[in-house]
Structures are given as C-alpha cells and as structure tokens.
C-alpha cells in the first residue's frame, strides 16, 4: 500500500484546520508547530488543497486557512486523492499486466483490498474525526495523530 507521508500528514494537518479553524483561519506555522510537520512541506500540501478547493487561503494580517467545505463533506479519501500520487495496493497500478503483461496470482486479492480501503475512506469524513477527537477531550494544546502506532508482537 502506497499510503505515504503526504496522505497522513494532509489528513493530520485537515484535521488541524477543522479543529482550530473554527472561529478564525489557522495558519500553517501554527499547524507546523502543533503537529511536528515541516511548514516548507505543509506549504507544498495546502498549495494541492487549496486547488482541489478542500480549504480556503484568507490574506492578510490574522489570515491563514479554513476549510473550503463543511467538514462533513470532505472525507479522508479525497484529501489522500489530492496529495497522493497514486493509492494502489497492485503492483501494476490496477491495469491486470502485472506479470509480464498478465494477471499475477493475487492480482484480484490487491484489487479488493483497494477498494475496500477506499470505501472505508470515504466514509469517513472530517466531522467523524472531529467528533472523535472532541468525545476523546481533545484540547487544544494536543497534537492529533490519526495512525496510531501499530503494536508489534515479537517473534523469537
């Protein structure tokens, strides 16, 4: 799965606008101090954002970013479509020529997980991670972090 830095950290940095941008635009220097994300990368990502009009730029003095939509209309998937090159679990990029120009053997099996990582995604929108991280008490002193880190069994 090609799920790489761009996707989490423009989910991450969403979710940061959601969450303080409420009231006021938020500005990627607070975003970048908040969540630990370079400001020269948060730049890149929010340039890709704001096109696909998933947040909105507000120029000058107390400006920064809002969400372009309700946060009930952008889910997960579509901030990962914006930023991601390609989200594709196959390793030829769902075009069935995977082994020298046919099917591999588990072709169908990654087929599958992609879309069932992508229905998954797309139900899941902003609000949905709001209201979880505001059930969860979520200050706003927190860093947000949406992939947990995978708990590992050691094998000996």
Known sequence: MRLT?????????????????????????????RQNISLSYLEQLFGKLRRAGLVESIRGPGGGYVLGQAAAAINVAQIIDVVEDRFDATQCNGKSNCREGARCLTHDLWENLNHTIRGYLNGVSLQDLLDQKQAAGVGRTIALNPMPAAKHKQTR
């Open 5 to 33: 830095t761009k996707g989490r950290f423009a989910v991450t940095a969403m979710l940061d606008v959601a969450l303080y941008g409420q009231s006021s635009p938020v500005s990627l220097n607070a975003v970048s101090e």
